[in-house]
């Protein structure tokens, strides 16, 4: 009975001091300092908090059990080390039933429980619009990104990254590199396709990427809530100017969408690109003509 009574008041002051920690957070910390979060901003996409929840979430009660772990861990070394003058070895048991039972359960509760809210996570963001607002064709090639604005029947065409001959080494011309134009606060579907090797289109701050794949169709469902400019970027090694493959996403107003979609129809700018352009194509066996061919 003593016992619980000191238990009841140590956790007083923890709980105390937890929630003025965690009430003391920035928008940052308590989104596990992933990027796409701003102080009195709202969330990028409709789906960054719930990526954050998961990763954060995650992280907490994996750092709980950790604490436990070391905690039990430190606890056995201290309660039983080997005390000046004992000798020979401690009574050696066989097993704990109950112990044993604890560390087989409770693995298969965070295993079962990361993976069901896994699952429940990933079934959401996967899930396509039945009726999206805008529909986008990302076409991706070795190193740069082309872009079909499907509805509007109009598209542009990206040139890998540019190194900035002023600026400092490694810098590169932003103002060079492929844009992609996204409505606010619509319902974006996004097919990704690859002309040669598989690449993979990752917009940072929307904490979401997906491969794009020779001969396949992926998609990406998205609503764009925050007017910005984020990066982009190929998250699979894809040869040598991979770390050259970037590009921008431009999230304005539907007016702003609207005039821009106007500049590239009067730029020429008009009917879709295709995956014509195909380095596998001119591989040995895919019907490219050899030497001996053309001897």
């Known amino acids: ?9 140590a956790a007083i002051p923890i709980a105390a001091t937890l929630t003025i920690f965690l009430a003391g957070c920035s928008t940052a910390q308590l989104n596990g300092y992933l990027p796409g979060f701003e102080e009195g901003q709202e969330a990028v996409t409709n789906q960054t908090e719930r990526v954050s929840g998961l990763w954060t979430t995650s992280w907490i009660v994996l750092l709980i059990v950790g604490i436990i772990t070391w905690g039990l861990t430190i606890w ?25 039972i604890f560390y087989t359960v409770v693995p298969l509760i965070l295993v079962v429980g990361f993976f069901a809210f896994t699952a429940r996570d990933q079934a959401a963001i996967e899930a396509r ?52 134009v996204l409505p606010v606060d619509q319902k974006i579907e996004i097919a990704l396709e690859a002309r040669d090797v598989i690449h993979s289109f990752w917009v940072i701050d929307f904490l979401y990427k997906k491969d794009l794949v020779p001969g396949k169709t992926n998609y990406m469902s998205v609503i764009p809530e925050r007017i910005g400019t984020y990066a982009g970027k190929c998250a699979e090694l894809c040869g040598e100017y991979h770390s050259l493959m970037l590009f921008n996403v431009e999230v304005v107003s539907q007016e702003d969408y609207d005039t821009y979609i106007a500049s590239l129809r009067a730029a020429g700018n008009e009917g879709q690109l295709d995956n014509e352009f195909d380095r596998n194509q001119t591989q040995p066996g895919t019907g490219a003509p050899t030497a001996q061919e053309d001897n």
């Open 1 to 9: 009975m003593r016992m619980n009574h000191r238990l009841r008041w």
């Open 76 to 100: 056995t070394v201290v309660v039983y080390r080997r005390r000046k003058g004992q000798t020979g070895l401690p009574p050696q048991l066989r097993y704990n039933m109950p112990i044993e």
């Open 129 to 180: 619009f039945d009726a999206p607002d805008v529909q986008i064709e990302v076409q991706a090639k070795q190193w740069a990104w082309d872009f079909n604005y499907v509805d509007e029947d109009v598209y542009s065409a990206g040139v890998q990254a540019q190194p900035d001959p002023d600026g400092e080494t490694g810098a590169i011309l932003q103002d060079e590199l492929p844009v992609l």
